[in-house]
């Protein structure tokens, strides 16, 4: 398996723009994350699927994000429109959705938005 | 709220010897722990997890212990090698609907040689 795969690797953009980040998790794994990670705040958990339905996005900042799960093996956060703060490196992570079960993360997409 | 501390945000030790870090918690009672390595540039990595009844788990090289009472888990890396210089991140299941986890800030390890 490639494991968690997310693209684009990095994304540079002006403020404004629409972003859309990109991710296929693990096949089988029914759970998956979307993380920001910035020095300041650390790795934020940002909305979580569970079998392709949004269980908790009580971690997304405001409006402007939102993400979708339209089957298992694929998802997407959007950012609409982008602001300077939104730089940060983006995590997707799947699991089996068990209990303590551990997460796999992607390898992340780093947004810098100018 | 629930917080997660996590020792120094930077340590710094001598080949060999081992290292050790600390995760501490506040106004929460998790049911496991789970530790997480994350390269420059890469996503985190799992490497163990320690169940709320568990007081110690091992693998290879790796210690982790889970006292509850003192809301601390400690992560202990013997006879370091500077291949395991990385930042290390504690993560607890948290108060969401879903006991998802919430992450620790981390703590950089950089093993000398």
């Known amino acids: 398996d490639a494991g968690v795969i997310q693209s684009p690797r990095h994304e540079v953009t002006e403020m404004g723009q629409e972003v859309t980040l990109r991710c296929k998790p693990i096949?089988?794994?029914?759970?998956l994350f979307w993380y920001r990670q910035t020095m300041m705040r650390g790795l934020e958990l940002l909305i979580y699927?569970?079998?392709?339905?949004?269980?908790?996005d009580s971690g997304m900042p405001e409006d402007r994000f939102s993400a979708k799960m339209p089957n298992a093996s694929f998802s997407t956060l959007k950012i609409q429109p982008s602001e300077p703060r939104d730089s940060a490196v983006y995590f997707c992570?799947?699991?089996?959705?068990?209990?303590?079960?551990?997460?796999?993360f992607g390898p992340g997409t780093r947004l810098t938005v100018l | 709220s629930q917080k997660i501390e996590q020792n120094s945000e930077a340590l710094n030790i001598q080949e060999g010897k081992t290292a050790t870090l600390t995760c501490n918690y506040t106004?929460?009672?998790?049911?496991?722990l789970q530790w997480y390595r994350q390269d420059p540039g890469r996503g985190p990595v799992f490497l163990l997890l320690?169940?709320?009844?568990?007081k110690e788990k091992r693998k290879e090289r790796l210690k982790v212990t889970f006292d509850t009472t003192l809301k601390q888990s400690l992560f202990h890396i013997t006879a370091s090698q500077p291949a395991d210089s990385a930042t290390y991140l504690c993560?607890?299941?948290?108060?969401?609907?879903?006991?998802?986890?919430?992450f620790g800030s981390g703590t950089q390890l950089t093993v000398l040689p």
């Open positions: 992570a799947s699991s089996l959705g068990l209990a303590g079960g551990w997460q796999f």
């Open positions: 096949s089988g794994h029914n759970s």
């Open positions: 699927f569970n079998n392709n339905v949004p269980i908790d």
């Open positions: 106004n929460y009672s998790p049911a496991y």
């Open positions: 320690i169940r709320e009844n568990e």
């Open positions: 993560a607890l299941d948290g108060t969401g609907s879903a006991r998802q986890l919430t």
